[in-house]
């Protein structure tokens, strides 16, 4: 009985973790990082059932929007209530293999169809860079600017320079 209590601490540990590192900017506002994972989770498992409900309800409506896409757009949304991304990096968290998985192009289709402000979510990242972190200006901005591939968090230019003209305000 111990061992499977330490395990799952310790799977619980390694989940926790690896979530820290898909952004560095948890949103102060967020529970908790587990707790996201839970919604991950539960919102995979029901999107197999939300996907068949879905096409049978939308073979009758206007709109052909393929149900795939509309679970990327509605997991963005959890991501984007959730935590403060960029773009480019929500994208890569809807499509990538250790993320959610979604096809390129469903992935697209979520982070174009968001109505999200991108430059208040800079802003918010690079506070909590500041916060929880302890980086300095300069480290903010070139974690903020620098790319998903090289760890960072893939704001454009326009959306860092708002942020940290903003991080006083």
Not at 45 to 61: A, D, L, P, V, Y
Not at 64 to 76: I, Q
Request: charged residues 25%.
């Amino acid at each position: 009985m111990k061992h499977k209590l330490f395990t799952f601490g310790l799977v619980s540990i390694l989940l926790a973790s690896r979530i820290g590192t898909l952004s560095g900017c948890f949103d102060e506002d967020s529970s908790s990082e587990s707790s996201h994972t839970v919604t991950k989770v539960n919102h995979k498992k029901s999107s197999s059932t939300n996907s068949e409900s879905n096409e049978e309800s939308s073979s009758g409506s206007k709109s052909k929007v393929p149900s795939e896409y509309e679970n990327a757009l509605a997991t963005a949304k959890d991501y984007d209530e959730d935590q403060p991304m960029s773009k480019a990096g929500l994208l890569d968290q809807l499509t990538s293999k250790d993320g959610e998985g979604f096809t390129q192009d469903a992935g697209q289709y979520a982070v174009d169809h968001l109505n999200a402000d991108w430059n208040e979510n800079a802003l918010k990242c690079a506070r909590n860079y500041l916060k929880e972190e302890h980086l300095s200006r300069s480290d903010v901005q070139e974690q903020l600017s620098s790319s998903i591939d090289d760890g960072g968090e893939g704001f454009t230019s326009d959306q860092v320079q708002y942020a940290m003209s903003h991080l006083n305000d």
